[in-house]
């Protein structure tokens, strides 16, 4: 046996001591249970039932109730409870579906008192009513719940979930007639058990099952919750709704969940796999646990606090077959090792960090915090508070200032608000997003832009007669050095090309062995003008020909072809030739009469615009990784199937989340779903086609309306009636928010041509004639009044609201969006 530090308990007339001990067992313990003066503890598995006592510094056997040479199944037990007012009275439940009670002072060996086998599956738990003797609660594999009376033979009340299998069934400490119920599918129902035939309330507590349950000792509201989701939370029962109050976030599925005696804030868990500790946590800082047990080697099955009214010992049980007394003097505390540390930015992007004072070296230059400048936040220090266990650490603040004009966010707004991300071919969005971002002086972003189009669109759809430099230079047929003329793609760059301006005479250029050079005539190119051109290539099998509709062929090409014969007389006199014959010479259209030589080919012919997608790839991480989402998801849609399959979905769909919740901070609704219609993750686009409700209130006794069609369940008549022409509004239909009376749009907007006033005549001022002229421009469509339009007498702000009659639930991708229905 392990001895630690001893400790004394007083509790009444009976005083509890001990120390942190444990004990082996002869098979792993699937539950554990103390009796009411908290001197044995009975433990109960798939192939043990013993009852041990609390000795001062260890465990001593007393009693083993799995009696016989083959013991049955209803010795395989799930879960065991112990009457805390019948010290001789035990349940436990098993495995084969039987619930079994036993009295502990019968005199015979077995000591199996009762047996109910209603169950068809197993049974998960029991549970006796805390202050009823004969009444017991069992919840179980098979969806079920049954009360029993132990003066009877049977079950005197079913319920049924209508839900998948039960994983805990608790009795309210405060509330006799209230059990609380878990279930596998998330939900957590309420019972009361005069009333088998429904539950009283229930509510989806984890996104999973939910394993365990427990109820304030003292505060009778409070419900907390385990599950699946390796979260721990606590409910607010006393509000018509569940309310969620606290929550803990833990590292594994959490089996077990009990509240610490004489401690409102305390709780202790343990994990159904992975992690083998024992937590108590303080649910005001659920970040941290507040204390850790951290003996046992398996999972931990079972846990209880030893007494009800005692904070200090805790008795639990596990796979590795021990059984432990845990001193709450011993446990570590895991705030001890934690870095006192702390980081936040704050509305103006400076940083506040705090630390321990002997980490942050001295330095002279640091000015003093200014908290009188309204910029800065105020940071609210918060006194020590003697009667809380929390580790008080005296850390040192600094602040990191930014400048206010390096955050300023208008261009983000700016470019959502003017780029086009569809409804024109893939070259002009190109040119359009790259002049929005020239403007906004973002020259890498308007390159990137520039560059796309370059790489992935279709040179051949390029007209002559287009505003572009490039269509001054018609068609351009290329010949490599050794004459033969090539038609392929010609990719120019401005790092491959050497472009000069010369005179308005005839040109000629001698090529070379080295590098290319090129030599444009009069049109003069840009940066941001460089496109890729593209010819039909007219091959033959042996020799390439001029194309007939470059221009007239005025002689056959030869191998070693010489200059025509009008070029001859000027040659001696050109500047640019030398004395022997030019390699390579090429005659451009004779309206610009400039020539063009390139000693060698620049890139493959037909170079497929997938060569350039994992470029592309690259350079979309470069600007997600840079923060410039808003880039990446432009490009994404932009590009469409281009590039979609490069990048896998989970790094689309975090790239358009991210997208999104920056244009909703910035209340651009529209960009927003407009952004989520032309998403290409499915994860995205169906958040559009989740369902807009609007709660309408009848416009005769002002209550709430039903979803089935225009008429009121409870004054029988039309509510959406049209104040001006009397008739059912069947399609879209406007209402003053100040009257509730409204009709036809159309008809209301006449109305408001001649008259402020409500046509119900009920005399409200609905609309104020100045501004008649703003609300006739409004789009039918999308009807969207500012509050000032619309005033009472007293001029407080009312607004027309639009709906579709009869039809209460709309997708958030139709005209009438969440937003917009309402503002």
Known sequence: MEKMSRVTTALGSSAISGQTMFCHLDAPANAISVCRDASQVVVAGRNIFKIYALEEDQFVEK?????????????????????????????????????????????????????????????????????????????????????????????????????????????????????????ENGNVQLWDIRRPDRYERMFTAHTGPVFCCDWHPDDRGWLATGGRDKMVKVWDMTTNRAKEIFCVQTIASVARVKWRPEKKFHLATCSMMVDHNIYVWDVRRPFIPFATFEEHKDVTTGIVWRHQHDPHFLLSGSKDSTLYQHMFKDATRPVDKANPEGLCFGLFGDLAFAAKESL????????????????????FFKKPDQTEQFAHVSSALSVFETDLDSNCMDWFVKTAQLYLLCGKPFAELCDHNAKVARELKRPQVSTTWTMLRIMFSDPANLTPGSNHPLSKLGTLPLMNSKGES???????????????????????????????????????????????????????????????????????????????????????????????????????????????????????????????????????????????????????????????????????????????????????????????????????????????????????????????????????????????????????????????????????????????????????LCFRLLFLDQLLELNSANIRTEPSLLTEQRLSPHRFTAKASGVQQQSGGESLTHHEATN
């Open 360 to 379: 942050i070296s001295s330095d002279s230059n640091r000015k003093p915090y200014p908290g009188g400048d309204r910029r800065y936040p105020i940071f």
């Open 486 to 764: 090539r038609q392929d793609n010609s990719h120019l760059e401005p790092g491959n090309s050497l472009i000069s301006n010369n005179n308005e005479d005839n040109e000629e250029t001698e090529g070379s062995e080295g590098q290319a050079e090129y030599m444009f005539g009069d049109a003069e190119l840009d940066d941001d003008d460089l496109y890729s051109m593209e010819h039909d290539n007219q091959t033959e099998e042996q020799e390439y020909t001029l194309p007939q509709e470059a221009f007239q062929l005025r002689h056959e090409i030869m191998d070693n072809p010489s200059a025509p014969e009008h070029l001859q007389q000027d040659k001696a006199d050109s500047p640019h030739v030398s004395g022997n014959e030019a390699e390579v010479t090429c005659l451009t259209p004779i309206e610009s009469f400039s020539l063009i030589s390139i000693s060698q080919p620049l890139f493959t012919p037909h170079l497929p615009a997938s060569f350039f997608c994992p470029i592309v790839r690259e350079m979309l991480s470069y600007y997600a990784e840079k923060g410039d989402v808003q880039m990446a998801v432009s490009v994404l849609i932009v590009l469409g199937e281009r590039i979609r399959k490069e990048i896998d979905d989970l790094t689309q769909e975090h790239w358009y989340t991210s997208y999104i919740d920056l244009l909703q901070r910035f209340e651009l609704w529209n960009v927003s779903n407009e952004v989520i219609k032309l998403s290409t993750c499915s994860a995205i686009t169906c958040l559009n086609q989740t369902s807009t409700t609007l709660h309408i209130n009848c416009s005769n006794c002002k209550r709430p309306m039903s979803n089935r069609g225009w008429i009121c369940d409870r004054c029988h008549q039309c509510a959406s009636v049209c104040a001006v022409c009397h008739h059912v509004v069947k399609g879209l239909f406007v209402w003053c928010q100040g009257c509730n009376h409204g009709g036809h749009l159309e008809h209301i907007r006449n109305w408001l041509k001649s008259s402020a006033h409500c046509p119900a005549g009920c005399g409200h």
């Open 63 to 183: 009693l083993n109730l799995r009696v016989g040479r083959k013991p049955s199944l209803n010795f395989s037990c799930a879960d065991v409870m112990w009457h805390q007012m019948e010290e001789n009275l035990l349940a436990t439940a098993a495995t084969n579906g039987a619930v079994v009670t036993w009295n502990l002072g019968k005199p015979s060996r077995n000591k199996q008192d009762q047996l109910f086998t209603e169950h068809k599956r197993t049974v998960n738990k029991v549970c006796f009513h805390p202050t009823e003797v004969y009444m017991l609660l069992s919840g179980s594999q098979d969806g079920f719940m049954k009360c029993f009376d132990l003066r009877k033979k049977e079950s005197v009340s079913t319920f049924s979930g209508q839900s998948e299998s039960v994983r805990d069934v608790q009795f309210s400490m405060k509330d006799y007639f209230t059990f609380a119920a878990s279930f």
